[in-house]
């Protein structure tokens, strides 16, 4: 009878036992997996804070680049408020990161003083002063920010864990000492009123009406199919069977067409080619970006652009992106665009973007220069050099206009290129833009 009993004894406590350690097993496994979710959201965090400090530390160093070398008043006011809005953000995305102490006191004054820096110069230039130094100080803020990006590049390619305890190499980017005493100057800046800015040629929002399209009449979809299978057989693009697909309306009502992998877009006034896409999976590259360049520039003629000359680019995986204005008596028109898709395994076209050449494009007449280029470059800033003749350019402006400008090429005190664009009437600074430039793009910003 005992023996019986001590046995049941020993099942219960068995059981008992496997019971508590399955719970245990059990709380531990839900403790893992909470603690791992909540690392998954703390890295998570990280990472959208590395990369918010990324983009806005390279948006202040462009920004000022552009500072050091534009002479526009109203482009100052701008740009400096730019300046402080992006440093804001940028330290707000720095307090996120477990990155502290001694080594970053140079990155967060840095971020504390270049937009405050940039207002109160702003505000000085705006009362007829120029403070002593301020082109050393504009400097040495654009080396700092040039070094700081850098240093954050490199700690995210060597390793993405690593790079938010990289303090040693953020470090390594020297602060620059900034004049303090700015702050009553920077509040005085708020009064003054902010004046229209051109903003980058290829973002800008096309006309409410567009301007090609306008005297024409609807040529119906027969016509407009007609288009789209010219581009095919000009371009040596292949037949594709078409067919008629859904209207689109809006400030460009268009016909659509589409076969296989290719789509059209044919404007009902007219009948003017607006887009072209070929969505066919695109293999390796087996050409240069050069060599993608030189066949969009012959895709364009031959299906009757022409007067267009490429003006920049950009290499996306296996498609090479070539961004054209065309030219009118010599004038160079940013305006009138195009962009054209190299696909680099085979060479052919796999797209071609016309709406911003159909929504702007006119018959300009140019009046002569009251400003000589002559003239107009002495009103470049002394830390540029020109490094090509100048030209006349039409550019679009932020209000839905256009100026007519000197446009000149430069090199920055780094050697980068810079374009400014100087008002063929007055003189004034319309645009400065930074150019980037590699082997796979050349952009502007």
């Not at 001590?6 to 603690?35: D, K, N, P, Q």
């Not at 504009?138 to 080396?143: E, I, P």
């Not at 006309?207 to 040529?219: F, G, K, W």
């Not at 689109?248 to 016909?255: F, W």
Request: proline share 4%; net charge negative; charged share 20%.
């Amino acid at each position: 009878m005992t023996h019986s009993f001590s046995r049941r004894a020993r099942v219960r406590m068995i059981s008992f036992a496997a019971a508590a350690l399955a719970v245990a097993v059990g709380l531990a496994a839900v403790g893992w997996a909470s603690a791992h979710r909540w690392r998954v959201r703390l890295e998570n965090a990280r990472q959208r804070a590395w990369a918010e400090l990324s983009e806005y530390t390279s948006d202040m160093e462009f920004t000022l680049n552009k500072l050091m070398y534009t002479r526009s008043l109203p482009e100052q006011t701008l740009l400096s408020a730019e300046l402080l809005r992006d440093a804001g953000c940028a330290k707000a995305a720095l307090s996120r990161l477990p990155v502290s102490g001694a080594p970053m006191d140079g990155a967060y004054r840095f971020l504390s003083q270049a937009g405050e820096y940039a207002q109160a110069l702003t505000a000085a230039r705006a009362a007829g002063q120029e403070p002593e130094g301020s082109a050393d100080a504009l400097l040495a803020l654009y080396r700092y920010a040039a070094q700081l990006n850098a240093a954050l590049a490199d700690a995210k390619a060597q390793n993405a864990d690593a790079a938010f305890t990289q303090e040693p190499l953020l470090a390594a980017a020297n602060a620059p000492a900034v004049t303090d005493g700015f702050r009553e100057a920077a509040d005085a800046l708020e009064s003054y009123p902010t004046l229209v800015y051109d903003g980058p040629f290829s973002d800008r929002a096309e006309q409410a009406e567009p301007r090609m399209t306008a005297p024409l009449s609807d040529y119906g979809s027969e016509v407009a199919l007609r288009t789209a299978q010219e581009l095919l057989t000009l371009g040596e693009l292949g037949d594709t069977a078409l067919r008629e697909g859904a209207a689109v309306g809006g400030a460009l009502p268009c016909y659509t067409f589409s076969g296989g992998t290719r789509s059209f877009a044919v404007s009902r006034a007219g009948a003017l080619l607006v887009r072209y896409t070929d969505a066919r999976a695109v293999a390796s590259a087996t050409l240069s970006a050069e060599q993608g360049l030189r066949n969009a520039c012959v895709f364009l003629t031959s299906v009757g652009y022409t007067g267009f000359e490429p003006t920049g680019y950009v290499q996306q995986g296996a498609v090479l992106t070539v961004q054209f204005a065309a030219e009118q008596d010599g004038v160079r028109c940013y305006p009138d665009r195009l962009k054209v898709q190299i696909a680099l395994d085979t060479g052919a076209a796999v797209g071609l973007d016309a709406a911003g050449y159909v929504m702007n494009h006119t018959a300009r007449t140019f009046a002569e220069p009251a400003v000589s280029a002559d003239d107009a470059q002495q009103r470049l800033s002394p830390l540029l050099t020109v490094t090509a003749a100048p030209r006349r350019a039409v550019i679009p402006t932020s209000g839905g206009g256009e100026a007519d400008c000197w446009e000149f090429s430069c090199a920055g005190v780094g050697g980068e290129p810079v374009l400014v664009y100087l008002d063929t009437a007055t003189g004034a600074e319309r645009s400065i833009q930074i150019v980037l430039q590699s082997e796979s793009a050349r952009l502007v910003m």
